[in-house]
């Protein structure tokens, strides 16, 4: 019988128990202060399966809905953004690697490193130059969160001399001495997306694949794989901002009834601002949520039964990604605003909620601009956007 592909909205995050929660929670502080994840946490995320997400169940993966997907990065970054940023990006990373790789080798890999946690980057930023019995790669790779904590690292690069330009992706051992300590930043700082540099890299032919002219994954029955790159990657990201609004919600409302403002007579919960910071904030966050879901469906049903994504499909669902992103920062915006001074000091965890939500923003693909250029092709428009 085959498989269903439908999309359960309730469907649980995946195996996330609450002692893995409780533990990424209090690793927080310390991951923020080392700007590195914690690697024990990664390797037991690894143990129970967590770090192959969305790679397909023939392939060696859980195969998992991208709803879960979204649901399992909210969770964990709730607990900690930048936690939950390496593990919607280290599941990204391992999708990549068995999109581009040939499945043979990807089941192999899966079968001898079950637990594998893989880091990289899909930008091609390297060149790889074809030698006998694989490739030698040079390159410099920004961006590349979770490299301090990951067994494996899946890079993209430009095939030497190729024209138009074909990708190759390559899997490599993870080496700590091939990383530049870069990043120095207010939000996600715990995420240690450094930048990882390969010079004369010799990967063996089994260990790359190339992609085309920028071509899909490989053909496989999982839907997932029929979505183009622009539409398999903003969706986690909605995920990760919707967890941040969600603690800022809390944190707030556990303020408002502890707080009493400067010369009131009571708590800050009893103020109509308060009242009304709340409300909205909760607003914008579920209905950036709901809009995602809507989108989400549209496209999966139609990967799902072989169709195409129209550019006005795509043009929607990656309107409601960067819209989602954008009414998070809003929401937590809101919030800190209405804290008063408080939100100002560190002892608050507002005020790095707010770095937070703001960072997944950055990244492009739910950058604010993205609305417009949505809004382009809605108008029957070119998109002007390579990435889109």
């Known amino acids: 019988m085959a498989r269903s592909h439908a999309s359960p909205r309730s469907r649980p995050p995946s195996e996330l128990s609450d002692e893995m929660l409780a533990r990424v929670r209090v690793c927080g502080e310390r991951c923020d202060a080392e700007r590195n994840p914690d690697r024990e946490i990664f390797s037991d995320l690894g143990r129970h399966g967590l770090m192959k997400l969305i790679v397909p169940a023939e392939l060696g993966g859980l195969g998992r809905h991208p709803a879960e997907f979204i649901e399992f990065s909210r969770k964990i970054t709730y607990e900690h953004p930048s936690t939950g940023w390496v593990a919607m990006t280290c599941n990204e990373e391992a999708e990549i690697f068995a999109a581009h790789l040939e499945p043979a080798t990807v089941a192999a890999f899966y079968a001898s490193h079950p637990q594998a946690v893989i880091a990289g980057s899909g930008v091609p930023r390297g060149i790889a130059r074809a030698t006998d019995g694989g490739w030698i790669v040079n390159g410099r790779w920004t961006f590349v969160s979770g490299c301090s904590v990951a067994d494996w690292w899946v890079v993209a690069n430009v095939v030497d001399g190729s024209q138009p330009k074909d990708v190759c992706h390559v899997l490599v051992p993870a080496d700590p001495s091939l990383i530049e300590d870069t990043w120095h930043t207010l939000g996600l700082r715990g995420t240690g997306s450094h930048d990882v540099v390969l010079t004369d890299c010799f990967v063996p032919s089994g260990r790359a694949g190339v992609a085309e002219s920028y071509s899909l994954p490989r053909p496989n ?31 707030f409302t556990a303020l408002a009834n502890a707080k009493t403002p400067l010369f009131a007579r009571a708590e800050l919960a009893g103020r109509p601002d308060a009242h009304a910071a709340i409300a909205r904030a909760t607003a914008l966050a579920g209905a950036g949520r709901s809009y995602v879901a809507d989108q989400l469906d549209e496209i999966w049903h139609a990967a799902a039964t072989h169709g195409e994504i129209t550019p006005a499909q795509h043009a929607r669902a990656r309107l409601a990604c960067s819209w989602s992103v954008q009414n998070c920062i809003a929401a937590v915006e809101t919030l800190a605003d209405a804290a008063g001074s408080t939100a100002n000091f560190t002892s608050s965890p507002l005020g790095a909620l707010l770095n937070d939500v703001r960072a997944v923003a950055g990244h492009f693909m739910v950058g604010g601009y993205q609305m417009d250029t949505a809004g382009r092709v809605l108008l029957g428009q070119d998109s002007g956007d390579r990435s889109f």
């Open 221 to 251: 029955e999982h839907p997932f794989y029929r979505l183009p790159s622009t539409l398999r990657f903003p969706f986690p990201k909605t995920g990760v901002a919707s967890g941040i609004a969600d603690r800022a919600i809390d944190e």
